[in-house]
C-alpha cells in the first residue's frame, strides 16, 4: 500500500504514552497515512500519581474519567468487586485489566454521556458515589451528576506536572515546520497559546470540544490561524476530523 503524510506535521500534546496510543489507533483506522511524518509529540505535562485512595473506596460504586485514575487504585478483592464507570472504552479495558468485571462505559465515549450512563444504571437517586480523578477537569461531573440527586464524593489521585519545553518545537514553529497542533483539553490549550503566541499562517488548531476551542480564543492569538472542533468529544471524532481536513492533506 501506498502511504501518504500530511503536507506538514501536526503536532500531539498529551502525555508520551497518550500520543503513542493515538498514533497507533490512527494508523489503524487510516493505514494510508504514514503517521510517522505526520505527527510530532509534545508533552507540556507529565502525569503524577498523588496517593492510593485505600482508606475512602467503601462507596459502592466508582467512576474513573482517566486510566490515571484506574492506576491510583490497590488492587484487592473487595476493590475490584465494586462497580466501576468509566468515561470511554480505553479506561474500562484499564478498570478490567485491573480485575473490574462490573465495568460500565458509554458508547460514545465523553463525560456527559457518563453522567447520562450513571443515571440510567444507578436508580436510587439518593447513592453516593465516588469520583477519582486528576486535579484539574475540563468538565464538572460531580455537578452534572448533583443534578441527577446523587451525592458525589469526589478524591484526587493524581495531577499534571509541567514540564520544560525543547526548543526545537519553537523552532519549528518559527520555520513553518508544522501544520496545526491537537487539543484535548483547555488547560494545555491555554498553556500551548501563552508560550508560543505566534504561530505560523493557516496554523491549524483542532479542538477535542467547544469550550477547548473557547480557550484558544481566549488567549487572543492574533496571527492568521483556523479552528476545527470535533463533532462529539472523542478521540476517534477528532482523528477523524484531522484527517479529512483538506489543509493537511497532500494534493
Avoid: W
Amino acid at each position: 500500500m501506498v502511504t501518504l503524510s500530511f503536507k506538514k506535521p501536526i503536532i500531539l500534546t498529551r502525555v508520551n504514552a497518550d500520543n503513542k496510543e493515538f498514533v497507533q489507533t490512527f494508523s489503524e483506522l487510516y493505514p494510508n497515512i504514514d503517521v510517522n511524518q505526520s505527527f510530532r509529540f509534545l508533552s507540556f505535562f507529565e502525569i503524577v500519581l498523588e496517593r492510593k485512595p485505600k482508606e475512602k473506596l467503601h462507596l459502592d460504586y466508582l467512576i474513573c474519567t482517566s486510566r490515571y485514575a484506574i492506576q491510583a487504585i490497590p488492587s484487592s478483592e473487595n476493590v475490584v468487586n465494586k462497580y466501576m464507570f468509566c468515561v470511554g472504552k480505553s479506561t474500562a479495558l484499564a478498570a478490567m485489566e485491573r480485575g473490574f468485571d462490573k465495568v460500565f462505559y458509554p458508547e460514545v465515549g465523553n463525560a456527559s454521556n457518563l453522567a447520562k450512563l450513571i443515571s440510567l444504571k444507578v436508580g436510587d437517586k439518593n447513592s453516593n458515589l465516588h469520583y477519582l480523578r486528576g486535579k484539574e477537569v475540563s468538565y464538572d461531573l460531580k455537578l452534572e451528576l448533583e443534578k441527577f440527586g446523587y451525592k458525589v464524593h469526589e478524591t484526587i489521585v493524581y495531577r499534571q506536572k509541567k514540564l520544560k519545553l525543547a526548543g526545537k518545537i519553537r523552532n519549528s514553529l518559527t520555520k513553518e515546520d508544522v501544520g496545526g497542533v491537537i487539543f484535548f483539553s483547555a488547560n494545555v490549550a491555554k498553556n500551548f497559546c501563552h508560550y508560543f503566541k505566534k504561530f505560523p499562517e493557516d496554523f491549524l488548531f483542532f479542538c477535542i470540544s467547544d469550550r477547548v476551542a473557547q480557550e484558544v480564543l481566549k488567549t487572543q492569538v492574533q496571527d492568521d490561524y483556523k479552528i476545527r472542533v470535533a463533532s462529539e468529544p472523542t478521540t476517534r471524532e477528532i482523528m477523524k476530523l484531522v484527517y479529512h481536513e483538506e489543509v493537511v492533506r497532500q494534493h
